[in-house]
């Protein structure tokens, strides 16, 4: 790879609902951003259509010679020392699938290929809140709960490029059911999609709280909007998620000791209101010597899979 | 540090019951070992009397020149970067204490430090089942729950040197009390110190086991003699804590996807009886794509920490 300042990279961030794809530059630049919805049960072949179309879209004017590479953030778990899509729960048909080799065919270019949760932790560590930093864990608390963790430096990938699951730690003994297939995962807990869950259960049983009892539908948003607004049982839910949070994210500082555990996710959306309990948690759940860490909200949005792709072509991997 | 064959480090292992001390050459051989038991409450100045003590019985008789430092691996949490033990729960007095200037003043020499777990493990590494091996997490469980990994062939240390605190997942919401202070701990569950607990409050209200019927006490040992024998609460009790231990271990495989995951401390004693309904507890807990990692006993017993401590001083930290 060379080091031109003119150098472009493809970024696709595929996810279970989405597919975005964007043209960036070295200094983290996003020249054009495309996105359209993923045909998740279509199968592989409809998806990586989907992909190229998109890549097609986001390269369109610009001078090929410019375009040195793809990157391409995908959910996990991904085999990507060899490439594979070993098996995508949100994706029908990735089921040993040749991911990186088919995608390189399809886009005529050198393809990248990464977890989406370390992808998203690379996107921050170059240009986002863990810039500079050597040491850090990535969570993104979203319909599931991911990661990625850079340590010393140096990008924690493991033997097939899948560790940082920091969704699928155990806790929980014979706890709720995962989407993994298991129980008690801390994804089944801590996610948005556990959250809201319990908003929509808890509500039913509770007359005095306002969620549920309008028209709007019960999400994360609602739920933090109404504690906002003094609502008792939305108040409960929101510290109730921070603890879990809080708790989760203490076994990852016992595990990684980093500079700082940084959030993203849709739920990040909602730092500012879940930070005084994440903290609190973390102060009870953590040995004394790990409890100065800090805890810190991504932030490039919706942009640090994109921007940890586009980074896999100009760091290299 | 130069690399002369002849070269010998002074290895001391700083236990909470043991001080274990040896003079180890480049290629691992222990040409000395002594030990006593620790002073662990009669506070810093005693017990650095008691290393030095110890590290001179190794070293006497060997030509001062050829021993080019000491490790020490101690129970942490220990600051490995500024050399400062912040709190060592089994050592009395102890916090925020300057532990590698002390030892370098009353030793003459170059010092390095190392969380006990790290230690363990980096043994394994270059000299036990791990040899050879890029991406490891080692487990020891015993009194209580440690560990260290090594990922892409280097240590994980983070931002202290603190990682590998994996003792301390939260395994339980409001679960049993562990020794750290905090409310279930992986430690709390799966250490040999729980395992013997519950086989002590368990054989009290079962009439038909043989544990605690006799003069002989309860301990791991017998409770594992004893299902070997058939006694069924014996059975149940190791059983139980194996799916402990692989619920454990499955969180380790999602966080850090090694090659192999070795299983150390007194409890790998048993590991032969207890491997099997890890590996069935792991296939339950475990992604799909995680499963096939081994599950391997150490190699080295007591003296992992010892050579991971030697090899702070001939690998350089």
């Known amino acids: ?189 801590a996610s948005a999609t556990a959250f809201t869950r319990r908003a929509i259960m808890r509500a039913a049983a509770d007359p005095a709280t306002r969620l549920g009892k309008t028209s709007e539908p019960i999400d994360a948003a609602a739920v933090f909007e109404a504690a906002r607004q003094g609502d008792g049982l939305a108040k409960a839910l929101v510290q109730e998620e921070a603890q879990y949070l809080g708790q989760g994210f203490a076994s990852l500082l016992h595990l990684f000791n980093p500079d700082v555990l940084i959030m993203g996710g849709g739920l990040s959306n909602q730092f500012d209101d879940l930070q005084g309990d994440i903290v609190a948690s973390l102060q009870s759940s953590a040995m004394p010597a790990f409890r100065n860490t800090p805890i810190r909200r991504a932030a490039l949005g919706e942009n640090s899979g994109l921007h940890g792709a586009a980074s896999l072509i100009f760091e290299g991997a």
Chains 1, 2 share one sequence.
Not at 93 to 121: C, H, K, Q, Y
């Open 1 to 189: 790879v060379n080091a031109n300042a003119d150098d472009l990279a493809i970024a696709i961030d595929l996810g279970g609902t989405q597919i975005r794809a964007a043209l960036i530059d070295r200094q983290g630049v996003i020249h054009i951003r495309c996105a359209e919805p993923t045909r998740a049960t279509a199968g592989p072949e409809t998806v990586i259509g989907q992909i190229a179309a998109l890549a097609a879209k986001a390269r369109e004017g610009f001078d090929a010679k410019r375009i040195i590479g793809a990157g391409v953030s995908s959910p996990g778990p991904i085999d990507t020392m060899r490439g594979v899509a070993l098996a995508i729960p949100t994706l029908m048909g990735f089921n040993d699938f040749p991911l990186r080799a088919r995608l390189e065919g399809r886009l005529g270019m050198t393809v990248a290929l990464e977890n989406d949760g370390i992808s998203a932790a690379l996107g921050e560590w170059r240009h986002g809140a863990g810039k500079g930093i050597s040491n850090l864990v990535y969570v993104t608390v979203s319909t599931g709960i991911g990661g990625g963790v850079i340590l010393g430096n140096r990008v924690l990938r493991g033997r097939q490029g899948m560790a940082g699951h920091v969704g699928h730690m155990s806790f929980m003994q014979d706890g709720e059911t995962c989407a993994c297939g298991n129980r008690g995962c801390f994804e089944a807990y």
